[in-house]
């Protein structure tokens, strides 16, 4: 193809967009729809995700190890659980470490228990973290068959109820979005079938006059690409304000909290590419969906 | 340059529009396809631009046998021939002068030629100085000046028309008659299937007359033969 016939077909479906008037508002509006309800969506489950990921990164096996352990007995045991696998770490933390921690959580009420830092009754304990977040449960289970090992704790029940529901969120944000491409489908198609019938005159005419079907695409195909891209501005431009409003209300109350929604960049730039992206496929999709019927000699 | 042998036409339905076509139009013959409705006329004129397939029997137009010709090779015989509709066939969205570049664009001439050439075949039909409205600002007959313009900018030997006066006044139906016989004089071979009675028999030229999907008559300078 010569560049200037290129140049032609820009120029005409770039004409075609502003011509068209309501077919092109008619196809922008169902791209803006659909891309705003799969942007909102990508925007929920990736933030779920990031929380469940921070929740699950959180879990950890606290090991207590047996007041009558020798510094030989702990250091065999040590070597034990690393031998685990599925195991990432072990850290050794002293029971004195472990009354200052906890008088620190605790804050002025903690300072009671200073009268215990003559005579601890607290155990030194190993803190274990599982390579993948799922394993904790297995891992935890064969420490507790280990001698020495006095009391495994690693938030017995919450953290199996934990995993459970972020595998319903996980399925069920699968689901949404299976129905949410559903729609998004019949909403376009529909859309097509409208701007079919204003077309079949148009593919005729060009068709008679000796334009082959490659030259007739190429403006669709362009016209489809203007009216994606187009009908991802709004979508882009409201999603972007609404999360700074969602960041300035929630990031206050978030501070020193070990979950963290995601931050505007990069999310929101990722997000935008990918609205970009599919708002040309659907529109360049659309548009060669509703000329190709009639490209058949 | 036109030639059909023994050219059959069934539809799936079971019509049989054309039941052995045997004719041959030379270079820069006037014809007229004349015959009462669902005779055939309409087919036989779509035959010659491979809008229908012949069910059986050959077709070459320029010396292109239309039969063999791939789908893929149909846009490069349509640029050799010029077709005009009852019902023109404009690009409503596409002004005059675009509406006739289209034919151009299409074969990626250069855009000066293109320019050149659009004003001038504009100048034939005499609407040059309408050439930025839109197909819907100007009358039937202004119309079908653009179509006609639009079906010979790209110098095609072939000029192919389908009742081009059906939905004309008897003025203006005359006015595109001279436009018709200007484009033959200068070289051009015009087929024109046609119900109107008063240009057949004012303006002689061949007339080959089908009925029942065969041709009943084949005169030079012939009449209409039927009545209105």
């Not at chain 1, 973290?129 to 090992?149: G, L, V, Y």
């Amino acid at each position: 193809m010569k560049i200037r016939t290129l140049r032609r077909h820009v120029k005409e479906s770039f004409r075609s967009v502003m011509r068209n008037g309501w077919m092109t508002f008619a196809s922008v509006s169902a791209v803006t729809v659909t891309l705003l309800l799969v942007g909102i969506f990508l925007i929920v489950m990736m933030n779920l995700n990031k929380i469940a990921t921070d929740i699950e990164n959180d879990v950890e096996i606290r090991v207590h190890i047996d007041v009558t352990a020798t510094e030989e007995d702990q250091q065999k045991l040590k070597e034990e659980i690393s031998a685990l696998p599925g195991v990432e770490s072990i850290q050794f933390s002293s029971k004195d470490e472990e009354l200052q921690n906890l008088m620190e959580s605790l804050g002025e009420d903690g300072k009671v228990f200073a009268m215990f830092e003559q005579d601890n009754p607290l155990n030194d304990v190993f803190v274990v973290k599982a390579k993948e977040p799922q394993d904790t449960i297995e891992i935890a289970k064969k420490i507790e068959k280990m001698d020495f090992a006095h009391k495994v704790r690693y938030g017995q029940g919450t953290v199996e109820k934990l995993f459970g529901f972020i595998d319903t969120a996980r399925n069920i944000g699968l689901v949404l979005i299976a129905g949410l491409l559903f729609t998004a489908i019949f909403l376009i198609s529909n859309t097509i079938k409208i701007t079919i019938v204003a077309r079949r005159r148009e593919i005729e005419i060009m068709r008679l006059v000796g334009a082959t079907n490659s030259f007739i695409r190429w403006p669709f195909f362009l016209e489809g690409l203007w009216l994606g891209i187009l009908g991802s501005i709004v979508p882009i431009i409201a999603i972007a304000v609404v999360y700074n409003y969602f960041l300035d209300f929630v990031k206050p109350k978030m501070v020193g909290h070990f979950i963290q929604v995601l931050d505007f960049s990069p999310l929101i730039f990722q997000v935008s590419a990918l609205l970009i992206l599919l708002g040309a496929i659907i529109g360049v999709w659309g548009s060669l969906m509703s000329v190709r019927k009639f490209l058949k000699i | 340059m036109i030639e059909m042998r023994g050219v059959y036409k069934k539809y799936p339905n079971g019509v049989i529009a054309l039941n052995g076509i045997d004719v041959k139009i030379n270079p820069g013959e006037f014809v007229y396809v004349v015959g009462p409705s669902g005779a055939g006329k309409s087919t036989f004129i779509k035959m010659m631009y491979r809008e229908e397939k012949a069910t059986k029997g050959t077709i070459v137009i320029n010396g292109i046998n239309v039969g063999k010709l791939k789908d893929k090779q149909v846009p490069l015989l349509r640029r050799n021939i010029g077709v005009v509709f009852q019902d023109f066939k404009l690009l409503p969205t596409l002004t005059v002068y675009e509406n006739v570049a289209f034919a151009l664009e299409v074969i990626e001439e250069h855009p000066k030629y293109i320019k050149r050439r659009v004003m001038e075949t504009l100048d034939l039909v005499g609407l040059k100085h309408k050439a930025r409205m839109f197909p819907s600002e100007l009358s039937g007959g202004e119309q079908q000046r653009v179509a006609i313009a639009r079906s010979i900018v790209n110098s095609p030997k072939v000029v192919i028309a389908d009742e081009p006066t059906g939905n004309l006044d008897p003025e203006t139906t005359w006015e595109i008659m001279k436009i018709f016989e200007e484009i033959n004089m200068r070289g051009t071979t015009v087929v024109m299937a046609t119900h109107n009675k008063d240009i057949v028999n004012r303006i002689k030229h061949r007339v080959i007359a089908i009925e029942g999907g065969v041709i009943v008559r084949d005169e030079e300078r012939g009449e209409y033969g039927y009545e209105n």
